[in-house]
Structures are given as C-alpha cells and as structure tokens.
C-alpha cells in the first residue's frame, strides 16, 4: 500500500508536465468537477469528471485532475483508516496512469518525439525505483516523511500559523527534492511576508520541477511585483502590513483609518480577530495593472493573500486627495472582507458566498445598485443557483455578466441573512474550513437545506422583480 501512495506521488510529478487543457466542448462539467474537488467534495467531484472522460478518454486535462484527485483522496481515506475504499481509487489511479503514459508530450523546449522518449525515461524510472525489490527502505521512508511533512505544512498554512508551515516545508524539500507543491507554498509563504527574492527563487525551484503555467504566471508576477517594492516603504499597524509609496505619509492618511474602521466593522459582526496582520499593498492604477496582468478592467481592488488598492493618481506623489472616499471605503470593506472569510474558513469557502459577503458587507459603506439585477430578473435571464455554486468568475470576460454574478450572490446571501444570524454564516465558514461539503456544512449551521432556501430566495426575486421563479 505504503509504495503504491509513493508511485502516485513521484508519477503526479511525473506526468504533470505534459498534461494541459484541451478541448473545450466539455469545459464547464470539467470546471465543476475541479471545483468541488478544490472545495473538499471529492467523490462528487471525481464522479463529474469520471463522466467526462468517458465522453472524452484522452482528455489530458480530465486525467490529469483525476490523477490528483485520486492520490489526495486515497490518502484522505487511508489516515480515517477506510483502506478498502482508499483501494478502490488506487486502483483506479493506476488505470489513470497507464493512459497518461500513451499520451503524446508537448514540451516547448523540446521538440515532441523527444519530450515524449523524456517523460517515458522518467515513468520507467519511478517504476523502477518504486517497484524494485531492491528499492532502497530508507529512500522510501524519506519519501514518504516529506510528503507527510508537506501535508501537515498545507493545514498550518491554511490556519495562517506560516512559521510552523514554512519550517515543516524546509523538512519536506530536504526529504523530497522532487516535490514541486513544497516549493511552491514556501514562496507564497515568502511572497505574504513580502519577501520577494524568496518568494522568487521557490517559485523558479517549482516550475523546473513542474513547468505549469499557473507557477510560471506567480514567478513573473513576484518578478514584476519586485520593481515596483523598491519604490515603497512600509508600515506596520496593530492589524495591518502597509506598503505605500516612499516619500507619501501614512501617517496621517485617512487609508489607515478607513482600514481600522472596516476591520472594526466585520471582526464585530463576525466576531472574529485573526491572529496575524494582514498585508496591503497601495499603487497607482498602471502599476496595479502591470501588476496583476491578467486582473479585469473592471476589477476596483483584488485580495490575494494581500489587499491590493490602486490609490494614486499615476505619476503623483500624494495619495489623499486622488480618490473617491465612499468608493474607497467601499473597497477597503469588500477585500477585508475576503481575508476575514479565507481565514475563518482556512480557504475552503465557495467563491459565490465568498463574493456574496463581501458586497454584503460592501453595502454598509455604499448602496449596491441592483439594476442589472432587477433588468435580468425580469427577462428570466438569471444564473441559477448550481451555476452561480460552480461558475469560475475569474474567467467572465464580459462587465455585465460579471457584475450579474455578484449581485445575485449578494442578494441571495442578504436573503439568508435576513432570515437568519451571522453566527450562523461563522459556523458554515468555520464547518467549511473542517473540510466538511457545502450542503452538508450549510444544513449543520442553518438547521435547513441550502436548496430549500435557495428555492425561497428564487421566490422572493420573482415576486419583487416580476421574473419566473424556476430560475
């Protein structure tokens, strides 16, 4: 049992540089499996994509997710000592494994022919190593010490406790160099403590390891992200790290304030206090652009470990004076928000309820207006609430339907909230961040079903807005 989890482990690597996506007649029953998976939901998730493979058998996206999933889940079953089930899902990698290996690689490096004859060396390699009578015990050993060493960084990361996490991770990669996860949760643990040559450095270790877009993406952002830090400086307050343009005073910066105020505000309703300070970051609009890359146009401030606010007017030095203050604010509250709800539920929560209680709590600083909600209400033209559970808002190109997005989030979340307590939305972020899936999690805090509320939430809609109810 112990060198199959160990093949699993040292195969995922393996393969994870020639699967990519492909296709795309399937793409959104593919990111709803992967969504569920990220949220915890495993069998549901895998069920999804299982059904997609069979519609599509050569789905390197779909194999390389089931391959992932597979290992974790295995693993989940086995430390709750359910080995038969833990067997099933090995057993099921392993049929995963042997079609990623009939599978073409594409390498840009590396002309195909040779890719392919590269990543079958390394296949037969693992097998050999791993499967050999002559293995060596104490290298499996070690192996298996930096993946658990790993697994136990990944929950102090997601508790926010980044020193243990960071020092289990050191342990991990001197066990396991080939373990390209390790490598990349030290640079974001670096990158949070804003210690960008680090963070640097363990996201180029990672991408060798694994040449995935996404880690080449956190490099070349860090790497952009390093001109613009020699421009600031720094201060620290009892709730937040701020970095703000050198020779600007923070001092007596109504951002301060503003940033006090909303921590005020949500740790009250919440009553919740996280045990570290949170990191914000002030720009001008084009640095925040060149920043972020790929952010939205219509993206007003972003969260991503750390709050990001483009403040200045590009060019200036004075920040006070260059800003709308109600808009601000409103920002301020909607990020804050965000870490305060990632922190409660050690970053397993639902981008929907995400979203929906961040403009919660944005709408006691500035009136959302809701008529792109009430106009889509009325021609029948709202997301339903599965999709509005499993819709990747990153990738909506289009304002309108981004801000569709949202705004039925945050009506549906101030229609629980009106019909119940914020204890009770504590307890679902906190049930959450257990591991437990979102129905259940939801049923356990609200003593009801979340399709139940939902279906009365569709009702009120309909009745306010004159649209059907069978959203």
Avoid at 146 to 158: K, S, W
Avoid at 369 to 377: E, K, M, T, V
Wanted: net charge neutral; aromatic share 10%; with cysteine.
């Amino acid at each position: 049992m112990k060198k199959q989890i160990c093949l699993a482990v040292v195969l995922l690597f393996c393969f994870s540089s020639i699967l990519s996506a492909e296709g795309t007649d399937l793409v959104s029953l593919i990111e709803k499996g992967e969504t569920l998976i990220k949220q915890g939901s495993y069998p549901a998730g895998i069920a999804v994509l299982e059904t997609v493979l069979t519609k599509d058998p050569k789905n390197a996206r779909v194999l390389s997710a089931l391959l992932a999933a597979y290992d974790t889940y295995s693993q989940k079953l086995i430390s709750e000592n359910n080995f038969s089930s833990a067997e099933t899902y090995l057993k099921k990698m392993d049929d995963i494994s042997r079609r990623v290996e009939s599978i073409p690689a594409t390498d840009p490096t590396e002309g195909g022919s040779k890719s392919e004859s590269r990543i079958k060396r390394e296949i037969a390699s693992a097998k050999a190593f791993l499967l050999s009578p002559d293995a060596k015990k104490t290298d499996l050993i070690s192996l298996n010490a930096g993946r658990e060493n790993y697994n136990e960084a990944v929950n102090y990361f997601n508790k926010r406790q980044y020193d243990i996490a960071e020092s289990l991770l050191k342990e991990s990669v001197k066990l396991d160099q080939s373990n390209a996860y390790a490598y990349e949760l030290l640079g974001e643990i670096a990158n949070l403590n804003q210690r960008l040559d680090e963070a640097q450095a363990y996201y180029k270790q990672a991408f060798l390891i694994n040449p995935d877009p996404a880690l080449r993406a956190k490099y070349e952002k860090v790497t952009r992200e390093k001109s613009i830090d020699k421009t600031q400086q720094q201060y620290e307050d009892e709730h937040f790290i701020i970095r703000y343009r050198r020779n600007d005073s923070i001092e007596g910066s109504d951002i301060r304030q503003y940033l006090r105020d909303s921590y005020k505000t949500i740790s009250q309703s919440l009553a919740h206090y996280p045990k570290y300070k949170i990191p914000v970051v002030l720009y001008d609009r084009e640095e925040y652009q060149n920043l972020m890359g790929s952010v939205p146009h219509w993206s007003g401030a972003l969260y991503d470990g750390k709050i990001r606010i483009p403040v200045y007017l590009t060019g200036s030095v004075q920040s006070t004076n260059n800003y709308d203050s109600a808009e601000l604010r409103k920002l301020i509250q909607h990020e804050l928000t965000h870490a305060f709800i990632l922190d409660l539920s050690q970053m397993k929560c639902p981008v929907w309820l995400n979203e929906g209680l961040a403009q919660y709590f944005e709408d006691k600083i500035k009136s959302i207006d809701l008529s792109i909600l009430i106009a889509a209400a009325r021609k029948n033209l709202l997301l339903k609430p599965d999709e509005l559970m499993f819709q990747d808002i990153s990738k909506v190109s289009s304002h309108e339907r981004a801000l569709l997005y949202y705004l039925e989030s945050f009506s549906l979340i101030s229609y629980i909230l009106d019909h119940s307590k914020m204890y009770s939305i504590k307890q679902l972020l906190i049930e959450l961040g257990k591991g437990t899936q979102f129905e259940p999690a939801f049923e356990k805090s609200f003593s009801r079903t979340f399709k139940d509320m939902a279906s009365e939430w569709q009702a009120e809609i309909s009745a306010k807005y004159g649209g059907s109810s069978k959203l």
